[in-house]
């Protein structure tokens, strides 16, 4: 059953593949939307496809095990050309001869094992390994979506940040402006000025910092869509979180032990190395085979020389194992020590998703009250922009008020915007930790992006 899931979802991922592909094919110079980035990051992103063939040479150990178990059947030909010195004594005298003849031997063995703990526990293991690789690949998915979505808000954070940062370019040029004006009146100082022009020299280190940041945000987007990426879409105008959406904490804890595939991996590598155990402790056990042999000889032997012959033989081989010189104690205390490591792994593993889930949980629910305070922050902050551009029709403010107003609204934007990304990123990492993000849930959060 666990096959056929990981078959279903594989078929999901190459259909989503066919989504990016045509629309490069279609040359649209569109925003390349979240869905697309997700569905070329599931055919292109190295670490997925380094996952996806893994996954590929793992569910080969089921049939690997599972071959212990199967009829083992081996057949050998032979053909040599023999030249003999036979002495033989024939009355008083001793005569030499060389016979030379042409010996054929052709042979067909087959083998069933009837009782083998040894056979049984590398199927086990075959099993357990086919479902840990297969967990693995399951895991490696979620974090390919947590690496896209993380990418593209990085992304267009990253320009949140260069569209504040010219802002505030832009407030201290109008400042400069207006210190020139007053310090040619005589009302400014040259104090004033040389302020003004240090924090204007600051600001314009700061634009270049943050363009910098933008292209280094777009090339990891890059390289993990594979693809070159132009433009992003924003957030939708209508963004709204949903306050009721998270259960508690108790009970996304008690799915993430049952579904995450990070977890499940470590459980099935520690019933691997159960089997593994049970394996080397069963070379002190016996073992059954049936043997069945057909076999058919010419001129096997110099005293067969010119004979045929045809042997069918059925029967029963029993092995017993005696002594060793103590590898096989050796080689069990080895895959104890083994299995007791892969438990350990299990419960750091189970720390980390955690504390995984804690966090994911704590800032799901801190960002629907922050974003819902920065929505008011920034109707607050439009109505202010507004006020002071009737302000300076009327001549009560001037124009780096309104730069002022403007610049406090795009920091409250961009926080906003902030909030609003670790709002979604927190619910695909508090599920991804659960164990149940899906395709769906990726495409939700693309539905909140223009």
């Known amino acids: 059953m666990a096959t056929k899931h990981v078959t279903a979802r594989r078929l999901r991922a190459v259909a989503l593949c066919a989504g990016p592909l045509l629309w490069m094919l279609a040359g649209s110079a569109s925003a390349i939307t979240l869905q697309q980035a997700y569905a070329a990051a599931l055919k292109n992103d190295p670490a997925f496809r380094m996952n996806f063939y893994e996954n590929e040479a793992g569910q080969e150990n089921r049939i690997i095990g599972r071959s212990a178990l199967l009829p083992n059947i081996i057949g050998n030909y032979s ?19 060389h016979p030379d003849y042409t010996s054929r031997s052709g042979v067909i063995q087959l083998r069933q094992p009837l009782f083998s703990w040894e056979a049984y526990a590398r199927y086990r293991r075959g099993v357990a390994q086919a479902g840990e690789s297969a967990a693995r690949f399951e895991y490696g998915k979620d974090l390919v979506a947590l690496r896209v979505v993380g990418a593209y808000v990085d992304a267009l954070y990253a320009s949140d940040q260069l569209n504040l940062a010219r802002a505030q370019r832009e407030t201290f040029l109008e400042q400069m402006k207006v210190n020139d004006r007053l310090f040619e009146k005589g009302e400014g100082t040259r104090t004033d000025m040389l302020e003004t022009q240090a924090r204007l020299d600051v600001a314009e280190a700061q634009v270049i910092e943050a363009q910098d940041n933008v292209v280094a945000a777009r090339n990891t987007l890059e390289g993990v869509v594979g693809m070159p990426v132009d433009k992003l879409e924003p957030l939708s105008a209508d963004f709204k979180v949903d306050a009721g959406a998270t259960a508690s904490f108790d009970e996304w804890s008690r799915i993430a032990l049952q579904n995450n595939p990070d977890l499940q991996a470590a459980r099935l590598a520690i019933e691997a190395a159960q089997q593994e155990v049970n394996q080397a402790r069963s070379a002190h056990t016996p073992r059954l085979d049936l043997v069945a042999t057909y076999s058919k000889n010419d ?25 060793s010189g103590g590898q096989v104690s050796a080689v069990a205390r080895q895959a104890v020590a083994a299995r007791e490591r892969a438990k350990a792994d299990l419960d750091r593993r189970i720390s980390l998703v955690m504390v995984e889930l804690r966090k994911a949980h704590s800032i799901v629910l801190s960002s629907v009250a922050r974003v819902n305070a920065l929505v008011k922050a920034v109707d607050s902050g439009s109505l202010l922009r507004t006020a002071t551009q009737q302000s300076i029709k009327g001549g009560v403010r001037i124009n780096l008020d309104l730069l002022n107003a403007e610049q406090q609204l795009a920091a409250t934007q961009r926080d906003l915007a902030q909030a609003r990304y670790g709002y979604l990123l927190g619910l695909l990492r508090l599920r991804a930790a659960a164990g149940t993000l899906t395709d769906e849930d990726v495409y939700k959060v693309a539905k909140y992006f223009e």
Do not use: D, F, K
């Not at 053909?79 to 001869?97: A, C, H, S, W």
């Not at 067969?304 to 005696?322: C, F, H, S, Y």
């Open 79 to 97: 053909y040599t050309q023999n030249r003999t010195e036979l002495t033989q004594m024939i009355g008083p005298r001793e005569v030499v001869t």
């Open 299 to 323: 001129s096997e032997s110099l005293t067969t020389r010119g004979q045929e012959a045809l042997n069918r033989a059925v029967g029963l081989q029993l092995n017993v194992p005696i002594y």
